[in-house]
């Protein structure tokens, strides 16, 4: 199983959010280059990058700064927010980023996501963010009626077979992931899943694992110290824990 460290940037900076919230946020760096770099030495061959102001107003804000980590190298780096229209999915193409996540443009322009999936062939993933059970848009502000399940379950049609499934009543709460979630998404065929949202023990990435799922996202669990990356590294091999 494949683990993707995040960063989340706003104004430039590294910082995470609380149940997805702007207004309980806390910066964690002001280097995200750094913290790239950080990673990629204990260990990571991937990276899980946000544009939170993207996400929010549609922006690319944050570009100058994942240019910077593309320039770093040496890591697979997806990257969300802010792709809203062909032109910013472009803009990150042209930085070099592998894989691009498309959240709020799934839901309200499939049509044009389509097209991007068979423009960029393995280099477009779809980001399910669901609040109970429901699929949550525009930086996890606006509730839709449709359920997250159902939506992630028409995507291979469309093109895309990478899917960051993020439940957004765990996110950092650091109480735990949704796994029945992910055991029950696992079970859609031609889809890669990547579970995101409150993974904070050690025992959760085992059980990912052993789902045989395709790779998890892991946030303000190494920020905090709660997870450390080389032994969640270790464990994602199959190895035990080094604690």
């Avoid at 944050?62 to 770093?72: F, G, Q, T, W």
């Avoid at 990547?194 to 959760?204: D, K, L, M, T, Y």
Wanted: proline share 3%; with cysteine; glycine share 12%.
């Amino acid at each position: 199983m494949l683990i993707f460290p995040a960063i989340d940037l706003r104004g430039g900076q590294v910082v995470r959010l609380t149940l997805g919230d702007y207004d309980q946020m806390t910066v964690y760096a002001s280097d995200p280059v750094q913290i790239a770099k950080n990673f990629k030495a204990a260990g990571a061959s991937c990276l899980h990058v946000v544009d939170l102001d993207g996400a929010k107003d549609g922006t690319q804000e944050n570009l100058p700064a994942i240019e910077a980590i593309m320039k770093e190298g040496g890591l697979f780096v997806e990257v969300g927010g802010g792709g809203r229209s062909e032109e910013s999915v472009a803009r990150y193409m042209d930085l070099g980023v592998n894989r691009v996540i498309l959240g709020t443009m799934a839901v309200e322009n499939p049509a044009m996501m389509e097209r991007l999936a068979a423009r960029y062939p393995g280099r477009i993933a779809a980001g399910v963010d669901a609040k109970d059970g429901l699929v949550a848009i525009h930086g996890w502000r606006t509730v839709t009626d449709l359920n997250a399940y159902d939506f992630v379950k028409r995507l291979p049609s469309q093109g895309v077979n990478t899917v960051i499934y993020t439940d957004i009543s765990r996110d950092g709460m650091l109480q735990g992931a949704n796994l029945p979630a992910y055991e029950r998404l696992n079970g859609i065929e031609s889809l890669d899943i990547v579970a995101s949202g409150g993974i904070s023990f050690e025992h959760e990435i085992s059980a990912l694992r052993d789902m045989n799922i395709y790779a998890a996202i892991v946030g303000k669990a190494l920020y905090t110290g709660k997870l450390d990356l080389k032994n969640v590294l270790s464990i994602a091999r199959g190895k035990e824990s080094r604690q």
